[in-house]
């Protein structure tokens, strides 16, 4: 079974930049080729941010994209996010996932972030 | 990119039918076979409903089904039951070697 667990600060300041981890338990993550991070604003739908191969490779959401890195570490089984330059609508439950041949079957509980001074 | 488009709102009544649409472009939905649709009750992780446009995980209920034609896919839940109640998203791979969900539909039963 493939559990994953995001974490990081749940308050970033505005013009801040806001950097989450996810942790990979169980076996899978030698053998899954890309994860993937998804986020949800207040009383919005869900936003596709981007995915990383674990060779390092990366997608990023183009609306997202001067803003975003994404990168793993295959030693400690994470994946990261940084998300640069952030403001109030960046606010969100940010989720990790992972994207097994393009269906996102395993999903972190989430972890809320709110930017705010 | 721009998310695909879906109702706001399906409501049936119990042991019903209802079929929830997501309309994308030739560019995502109507270009691949790459879309899944994800059940999200508010505070919990999604799950993972149909994928592939029409293939249903295992320990999906079969009462879920998935199709597509043309730039628009559909979720059919037939026999609604009260746990059905929550919000529904769909997902497509897109040109772009990205992805994009749709705008979601709350699920009511009546």
């Known amino acids: 079974q493939v559990q994953l667990q995001e974490s990081g600060p749940g308050l970033v300041k505005p013009s801040g930049t806001l950097s989450l981890t996810c942790t990979v338990s169980?076996?899978?993550?030698?053998?899954?080729?890309?994860w993937s991070w998804v986020r949800q604003s207040p009383g919005k739908g869900l936003e596709w941010i981007g995915e990383?191969?674990?060779?390092?490779?990366?997608n990023y959401n183009p609306s997202l994209k001067s803003r975003l890195t994404i990168s793993v570490d295959k030693s400690k089984n994470q994946i990261s996010l940084k998300l640069s330059s952030v403001t109030a609508a960046d606010t969100a439950i940010y989720y990790c996932?992972?994207?097994?041949?393009?269906?996102?079957?395993?999903w972190g509980q989430g972890t809320p972030v709110t930017v705010s001074s | 990119q721009s998310a695909l488009t879906q109702p706001a709102s399906v409501s049936g009544s119990p042991g019903q039918s209802i079929t929830i649409s997501c309309t994308g472009t030739?560019?995502?939905?109507?270009?691949?076979?790459?879309v899944s649709w994800y059940q999200h009750h508010p505070g919990k992780a999604p799950k993972l409903m149909i994928s592939e446009v029409n293939n249903r995980p295992s320990g999906v209920s079969n009462r879920f089904s998935g199709s597509k034609s043309g730039n628009t896919a559909s979720l059919t839940i037939s026999g609604l039951q009260a746990e059905d109640e929550t919000d529904y998203y769909c997902s497509s791979y897109t040109s772009s070697s990205t992805y994009v969900f749709g705008t979601g539909t709350k699920v009511t039963v009546l």
């Open positions: 990383i191969h674990r060779s390092g490779g990366s």
């Open positions: 996932a992972r994207n097994d041949y393009h269906r996102v079957d395993f």
């Open positions: 030739s560019s995502d939905v109507g270009g691949y076979n790459y």
């Open positions: 169980g076996d899978s993550f030698r053998s899954t080729d890309w």
